[in-house]
């Protein structure tokens, strides 16, 4: 079987890299995730092959419909009150919301979708779909919804938009983590003004540090990665630079500096990147900070974070040492002011006394 083209393979960068690892073409492999996702679990074993169509090619994802509700003019689409014309769309998995509030809107006849959150992070409570179902609050509607209206028609058509589709597009539902996600990084872009600056460390002594001491402590059950050292040097140049452990409040304008040292992780899991918090960062030593680490990135790629393990960060750190490159622009966890991004240790040529020599960078 023909492997596919690296850009028609769907999976996040720490499958790739550990097919890379393992030597295994991710072309061959048969995903078992949403529309093919090649998931960690794919990997093990005897690679598969994707479904073909007579001509050889691989089988698209059906094109998904576009409903249209009708709706007379002055009616709310949102009505408790059942109706044929209006059809409950699908379950909408990109919504952030519960079991039991996804169920309420099941019983009262209220398009979730169409709902918007006033819960964390725009989380549809109860109290959005009863309060929808009554038609009671103008916000119960999202903006995104488009009407088109006419004078010399008696009732109107709503319609999400959507670009025409392609027989070689494929349609990924957003879980709510991603949803969740992309709503929180939109809103960290629109609401503050970012730049970022770039630099270089030599950290050639930490590398011989951990390389000496990762086998002793690999023994006592602790992975010592260069992260905890990072962190350790945050809290450091956060206490040296207030302005940094900050966070922006807007409606009172004024700029709160912290007290505390909670030091958000970026992690990389299926569902996107998910920062657990590390929380009193300062009064941990590097043991600890690594202890904290592993158990909260463990816990993350296993959902089994609790919702206030990702609250509360003054400050965060993401890196792309696993995946490669030396510099990026990495967005605020916004009310934060600041994030810190670390590259991947490299060999670069460095000027010691007045001799060029190799240093880790």
Do not use: C, W
């Not at 990997?43 to 089988?59: D, E």
């Amino acid at each position: 079987m023909a492997s596919r083209h690296s850009d028609d393979i769907l999976a996040v960068p720490r499958v790739r890299i550990l097919a890379r690892k393992q030597g295994i073409d991710l072309g061959a492999v048969q995903g078992t995730g949403v529309f093919g996702n090649i998931r960690l679990a794919d990997l093990q074993g005897q690679a598969g092959s994707p479904a073909l169509n007579a001509a050889g090619q691989p089988v698209a994802a059906a094109s998904p419909a576009v409903a249209h509700v009708a709706v007379a003019p002055g009616e709310r689409p949102l009505s408790g009150a059942p109706s044929s014309a209006q059809p409950l769309a699908a379950s909408h998995p990109e919504v952030l919301a519960s079991p039991s509030t996804r169920r309420l809107a099941r019983e009262l006849k209220v398009d979730i979708g169409m709902v918007k959150g006033t819960g964390e992070h725009g989380m549809v409570t109860k109290t959005d779909i009863r309060d929808a179902a009554k038609g009671g609050i103008a916000s119960a509607v999202q903006p995104t919804v488009q009407a088109t209206a006419s004078a010399d028609m008696s009732a109107r058509s709503i319609s999400a938009p959507v670009r025409s589709p392609s027989s070689a597009d494929l349609y990924i539902p957003m879980s709510a983590t991603r949803a969740a996600i992309a709503r929180k990084m939109t809103e960290s872009s629109h609401a503050a003004a970012l730049v970022t600056h770039m630099d270089e460390a030599d950290v050639t002594d930490l590398v011989a540090l951990r390389e000496k001491e990762k086998e002793r402590l690999a023994q006592q059950g602790i992975k010592l990665t260069y992260l905890p050292f990072f962190v350790k040097a945050v809290v450091v140049a956060l206490q040296q630079h207030p302005y940094f452990n900050a966070m922006l409040d807007e409606p009172n304008q004024r700029i709160v500096l912290h007290k505390q040292y909670h030091i958000g992780i970026a992690v990389d899991t299926e569902e996107g990147l998910i920062v657990p918090v590390v929380r009193n960062a300062d009064k941990l030593n590097i043991l600890e900070v690594a202890a904290a680490i592993q158990d909260l990135s463990g816990r993350a790629r296993t959902h089994k974070l609790r919702l206030d393990e990702m609250q509360g960060s003054t400050f965060s750190i993401s890196s792309i040492g696993s995946v490669g490159g030396t510099h990026f622009t990495p967005l605020t966890n916004y009310p934060e002011v600041s994030i810190l991004g670390i590259g991947s240790i490299r060999d670069r040529p460095a000027v010691r006394d007045g001799a060029v020599v190799v240093r880790k960078m």
